[in-house]
């Protein structure tokens, strides 16, 4: 059982940054993929980034790649999302999610906890 709590959100204007956290509980975290996704209002869940269970094999959206970074500090149960240059679009709910496996994918089928999410609203 892996439990997940996402912070770091907020209202922020477009061009800024934001980094949000994501901590799991349970002993399993540094064995495990980890991934971020969005979902929009009226729009369908949207895999954003995925790193692998040591930090390796990074995987960003095209509509984030340059702007958006995942890591993660195993040694703090803790994953990241670094998104700078931030625009409208990116306005939506953040969820992170813990994987069945220890390889990065952007495969929503892949994750079997989720956090509650955290709400990113870009203004412009």
């Known amino acids: 059982q892996v439990q997940l709590v996402e912070s770091g959100g907020g209202l922020v204007q477009a061009g800024g940054s934001l980094r949000l956290s994501c901590v799991a509980s349970?002993?399993?975290?540094?064995?495990?993929?980890m991934g971020w996704f969005r979902q929009a209002p009226g729009q369908e869940r949207e895999a954003v980034a995925s790193?692998?269970?040591?930090?390796?094999?990074?995987s960003t959206a095209d509509s984030v790649k340059g702007r958006f970074t995942i890591s993660r500090d195993n040694a703090k149960n803790t994953v990241y999302l670094q998104m700078n240059s931030l625009k409208p679009e990116d306005t939506a709910v953040y969820y992170c999610?813990?994987?069945?496996?220890?390889?990065?994918?952007?495969?929503?089928?892949?994750?079997?906890?989720w956090g509650q999410g955290t709400q990113v609203t870009v203004s412009s």
């Open positions: 790193i692998n269970w040591n930090g390796g094999s990074l």
């Open positions: 349970g002993r399993t975290f540094s064995t495990i993929a």
């Open positions: 999610a813990a994987g069945r496996g220890p390889y990065s994918t952007r495969s929503y089928e892949a994750y079997d906890y």
